[in-house]
């Protein structure tokens, strides 16, 4: 048989002081036992009284004030364990975002700087190689369209391909 009330005790600061002095102690027990935090658990069932007391003139309760007491702190134990939860994904989230971004700006670092030491290595090429190599790296062409464009044998395409190849491979060597 369930019985609801009202209680009257609520409405005043006096009674109000009752409650919290006589429940404060068991309440903060069970919190304790579900969180193993002392200051965390003061800090949840503070909460559950000011709730309380804020809810004091359309609160109904069920049963006992204690077995709503000690409802109202395990609901409120398990709100905070899922926003911690969802505390930690979330800096999770924004950590490996920040790492991602870092990388990124890193490997574009290293990228803009590679490129640069290509191009300054690519400079000191004569100028029929750095230009074969240009229109196959930098533009995409195969040895069959680069040797058409210029009117040159494929073999002679592939022979300045390699020398390019072999000359950047020696002067990035000495430059990381």
């Known amino acids: ?27 903060l027990a069970l919190c304790m036992k579900y ?40 609901m409120k134990v398990f709100e905070h364990s899922r926003n911690q939860s969802i505390k930690r994904k979330n800096l999770e989230i924004v950590k490996s975002r920040q790492t991602e971004i870092v990388l990124t700006d890193e490997n574009d670092f290293g990228s803009v700087q590679l490129h ?24 995409g062409l195969s040895n069959k369209q680069i040797a058409f464009e210029l009117n040159i044998s494929e073999r002679t395409v592939q022979y300045h391909i390699k020398n390019a190849l072999r000359d950047l491979k020696q002067g990035l060597k000495y430059r990381f």
């Open 35 to 74: 969180t193993g935090d002392e200051s965390l658990s003061k800090d949840l069932v503070q909460d559950v009284f000011v709730s309380l007391w804020e809810k004091r003139k359309s609160l109904v309760i069920e049963k006992s004030l204690e077995r709503y007491l000690c409802w109202s702190v395990k």
């Open 116 to 139: 640069h030491e290509i191009r300054t290595v690519a400079n000191n090429l004569s100028e029929k190689c750095r230009r074969i190599f240009l229109m196959s790296r930098q533009d």
């Open 1 to 27: 048989m369930k019985t609801r009330q009202k209680p009257e005790e609520f409405k005043t600061k006096d009674g109000f002081q009752q409650i919290y002095s006589t429940y404060f102690s068991k309440v």
